[in-house]
């Protein structure tokens, strides 16, 4: 148990539609990172936020965004859908930049069709 | 660039038997080295990291030496259990920046009884 929750566990959308992913953090944690693992691939770094700002960006177009709250939950959002959007999202909390351990929750399974 | 190449699997093994997983890295910079466990439905988990070359981390049973010479971090384990089947993931992060990871495409292990 990590102590890292994300909602839904499965989500399918259609080609062009937006969709929003949520996590929550261990609490304490001023640091969260999201991943895009594709079937069969290692997991991607998308971007990292610390202190609600973005942290860091990895090769991802803008149409990935993010927010993190106060309260230590965060959100990816995805516009304008495509079909390799398809993946396993995987988010990590972790405290002091993350430079301490990462806690990974189990993910959200994306299917655009 | 920063890469992780890992060893093609499935891996299938017999219990009591010995696993050797290969990892090898390209790093621009000094990298710390992790491997990273995913269960079924989970997410994933620390295994062990190193951060400096001839270092050995281990835990569970588990091993990896940090070998900067050859650039590797081959994980290994003297007797495998059924309860280790799971992907793993081997990883680096470069110091400094949003200390992202970057992950090898993973080896799934079997272990049959």
């Known amino acids: 148990e990590t102590g890292v929750t994300q909602s839904p566990t499965h989500l399918i959308k259609t080609r062009g539609q937006q969709v929003t992913l949520r996590c929550s953090s261990q609490?304490?944690?001023?640091?969260v990172s999201w991943y895009q693992q594709a079937l069969g691939q290692g997991p991607q770094f998308i971007f990292q936020?610390?202190?609600?700002?973005?942290?860091g960006r990895g090769n991802f177009p803008p149409r990935f965004s993010g927010l993190q709250f106060p309260n230590y939950s965060s959100e990816l959002n995805v516009n304008a859908l495509e079909l390799d959007d398809s993946a396993l999202y995987l988010c990590?909390?972790?405290?002091?930049?993350?430079?301490?351990?990462?806690?990974f929750g189990s993910g959200t399974q994306l299917s655009v069709l | 660039g920063n890469s992780v190449t890992q060893m093609e699997g499935p891996v299938t093994l017999s219990e009591e038997a010995f696993l050797t997983i290969n990892c090898t890295y390209t790093?621009?910079?000094?990298?710390?080295l992790f491997w990273y466990v995913q269960y079924p439905g989970e997410g994933l988990q620390l295994l062990l990291k190193?951060?400096?070359?001839?270092d050995k981390g281990s835990n569970k049973g588990f091993e990896a030496t940090y070998r900067k010479e050859t650039t590797s971090f081959h994980l290994e384990k003297g007797s495998v259990q059924v309860s280790d089947s799971a992907v793993y993931f081997c990883?680096?992060?470069?110091?400094?920046?949003?200390?992202?990871?970057?992950f090898g495409k993973g080896t799934k292990l079997t272990v049959n009884p």
């Open positions: 990590a909390s972790s405290s002091d930049g993350g430079r301490e351990k990462l806690f």
């Open positions: 609490s304490g944690h001023n640091t």
């Open positions: 936020y610390y202190r609600e700002e973005e942290n």
């Open positions: 790093a621009t910079g000094y990298p710390s």
């Open positions: 190193a951060t400096k070359a001839d």
């Open positions: 990883a680096l992060r470069i110091q400094g920046g949003s200390e992202k990871l970057v």
